[in-house]
Protein backbone atom coordinates (compact mmCIF):
# COMPACT_ATOMS: atom_id res chain seq x y z
CA UNK A 1 0.00 0.00 0.00
CA UNK A 2 2.69 2.61 0.85
CA UNK A 3 4.04 2.24 -2.71
CA UNK A 4 0.33 1.72 -4.67
CA UNK A 5 -1.16 5.01 -3.27
CA UNK A 6 1.25 7.88 -3.60
CA UNK A 7 0.14 6.93 -7.36
CA UNK A 8 -3.60 7.13 -6.78
CA UNK A 9 -4.40 10.18 -4.23
CA UNK A 10 -7.54 9.50 -4.34
CA UNK A 11 -7.82 6.44 -2.96
CA UNK A 12 -7.71 5.66 0.69
CA UNK A 13 -6.21 3.13 3.09
CA UNK A 14 -6.81 1.44 6.40
CA UNK A 15 -5.18 -1.89 7.52
CA UNK A 16 -6.43 -3.74 10.32
CA UNK A 17 -4.85 -6.68 12.14
CA UNK A 18 -5.98 -8.48 15.41
CA UNK A 19 -2.44 -8.33 16.32
CA UNK A 20 -1.32 -5.02 18.45
CA UNK A 21 2.40 -5.38 18.10
CA UNK A 22 1.96 -5.28 14.26
CA UNK A 23 -0.47 -2.55 13.83
CA UNK A 24 2.30 -0.51 15.89
CA UNK A 25 5.13 -1.90 13.90
CA UNK A 26 3.39 -0.75 10.38
CA UNK A 27 2.39 2.52 12.04
CA UNK A 28 6.11 2.58 12.70
CA UNK A 29 6.73 2.13 8.91
CA UNK A 30 4.15 4.11 7.32
CA UNK A 31 3.01 6.85 9.39
CA UNK A 32 1.27 8.17 6.87
CA UNK A 33 -1.03 5.14 6.39
CA UNK A 34 -4.22 4.39 8.82
CA UNK A 35 -3.57 1.25 10.73
CA UNK A 36 -6.47 0.00 13.13
CA UNK A 37 -6.22 -3.15 15.82
CA UNK A 38 -9.22 -4.59 15.55
CA UNK A 39 -10.72 -8.49 15.52
CA UNK A 40 -12.90 -8.19 12.45
CA UNK A 41 -14.60 -11.82 13.48
CA UNK A 42 -14.63 -11.32 16.97
CA UNK A 43 -18.46 -11.81 18.29
CA UNK A 44 -18.33 -8.41 20.25
CA UNK A 45 -15.77 -6.55 17.65
CA UNK A 46 -16.40 -2.98 17.63
CA UNK A 47 -16.04 -1.83 13.75
CA UNK A 48 -18.31 1.29 14.03
CA UNK A 49 -15.34 3.52 13.94
CA UNK A 50 -14.10 1.56 10.51
CA UNK A 51 -14.34 3.72 7.49
CA UNK A 52 -16.58 2.77 4.73
CA UNK A 53 -14.74 0.42 2.23
CA UNK A 54 -15.47 -0.09 -1.63
CA UNK A 55 -12.95 -3.05 -1.72
CA UNK A 56 -11.21 -5.03 1.00
CA UNK A 57 -7.87 -6.90 0.22
CA UNK A 58 -7.23 -9.83 2.76
CA UNK A 59 -4.05 -12.17 2.41
CA UNK A 60 -5.00 -14.89 4.29
CA UNK A 61 -7.51 -12.89 7.69
CA UNK A 62 -9.91 -15.29 6.73
CA UNK A 63 -7.66 -18.17 7.10
CA UNK A 64 -6.62 -17.63 10.76
CA UNK A 65 -10.37 -17.74 11.86
CA UNK A 66 -12.32 -20.34 12.44
CA UNK A 67 -15.56 -20.67 9.73
CA UNK A 68 -18.39 -18.89 11.98
CA UNK A 69 -15.53 -16.18 12.85
CA UNK A 70 -14.73 -15.54 9.26
CA UNK A 71 -18.56 -15.55 7.80
CA UNK A 72 -18.84 -12.72 10.64
CA UNK A 73 -16.30 -10.47 9.15
CA UNK A 74 -17.29 -10.89 5.72
CA UNK A 75 -20.72 -10.03 7.11
CA UNK A 76 -19.33 -6.88 8.93
CA UNK A 77 -18.02 -5.75 5.16
CA UNK A 78 -20.67 -6.13 3.42
CA UNK A 79 -22.32 -3.37 6.15
CA UNK A 80 -19.64 -1.35 6.14
CA UNK A 81 -20.13 -1.13 1.80
CA UNK A 82 -17.24 -3.16 0.52
CA UNK A 83 -18.34 -4.34 -3.27
CA UNK A 84 -15.36 -6.52 -3.71
CA UNK A 85 -13.23 -8.88 -1.58
CA UNK A 86 -9.99 -9.46 -2.83
CA UNK A 87 -8.24 -12.44 -1.40
CA UNK A 88 -6.63 -16.06 -1.95
CA UNK A 89 -8.78 -19.01 -2.27
CA UNK A 90 -7.82 -22.90 -1.93
CA UNK A 91 -10.84 -24.11 -5.25
CA UNK A 92 -12.68 -27.21 -3.16
CA UNK A 93 -11.30 -26.60 -0.01
CA UNK A 94 -13.54 -28.23 2.41
CA UNK A 95 -14.82 -25.03 4.37
CA UNK A 96 -16.04 -27.43 6.85
CA UNK A 97 -12.53 -28.28 8.09
CA UNK A 98 -12.69 -24.58 9.78
CA UNK A 99 -15.30 -25.25 12.41
CA UNK A 100 -12.55 -27.87 14.14
CA UNK A 101 -9.55 -26.00 14.02
CA UNK A 102 -8.81 -24.39 17.33
CA UNK A 103 -9.01 -20.32 17.22
CA UNK A 104 -6.52 -17.78 15.31
CA UNK A 105 -3.50 -18.70 15.52
CA UNK A 106 -4.30 -22.33 13.57
CA UNK A 107 -4.49 -22.09 9.31
CA UNK A 108 -7.85 -23.70 7.31
CA UNK A 109 -7.87 -23.08 3.38
CA UNK A 110 -11.42 -21.74 2.31
CA UNK A 111 -13.24 -21.31 -1.03
CA UNK A 112 -15.40 -18.34 -0.79
CA UNK A 113 -17.36 -19.63 -3.61
CA UNK A 114 -18.85 -22.57 -1.65
CA UNK A 115 -20.90 -23.03 1.74
CA UNK A 116 -21.05 -21.68 3.62
CA UNK A 117 -19.65 -18.52 2.47
CA UNK A 118 -21.05 -18.25 -1.03
CA UNK A 119 -19.69 -15.50 -2.65
CA UNK A 120 -19.95 -14.98 -6.41
CA UNK A 121 -16.22 -14.72 -8.21
CA UNK A 122 -16.11 -11.83 -9.76
CA UNK A 123 -12.81 -12.69 -12.11
CA UNK A 124 -9.54 -14.61 -11.21
CA UNK A 125 -6.78 -12.35 -10.93
CA UNK A 126 -3.91 -14.98 -10.88
CA UNK A 127 -4.09 -18.62 -10.94
CA UNK A 128 -1.51 -20.17 -8.18
CA UNK A 129 -1.11 -23.71 -7.67
CA UNK A 130 -4.26 -24.09 -9.74
CA UNK A 131 -5.29 -28.08 -8.70
CA UNK A 132 -7.65 -29.05 -6.73
CA UNK A 133 -7.21 -28.51 -2.55
CA UNK A 134 -5.85 -31.67 -1.49
CA UNK A 135 -3.80 -32.09 2.29
Sequence with gaps: AAHFLPQRP?????????????????????????????????????????P??????????LNHMVVQDALRAVHRWRTMGCKFLLANIARGAPNFRGVE??????YAH??????????????PLVEINADDWSE
Design 52 to 61: AVDLVFSKET
Design 10 to 50: GLAYTGVDIVAHVIEENRRHHPALDFRCVDLGGEFADVSAL
Design 101 to 106: KGGHMN
Design 110 to 123: YDYELPPFCLRKFA
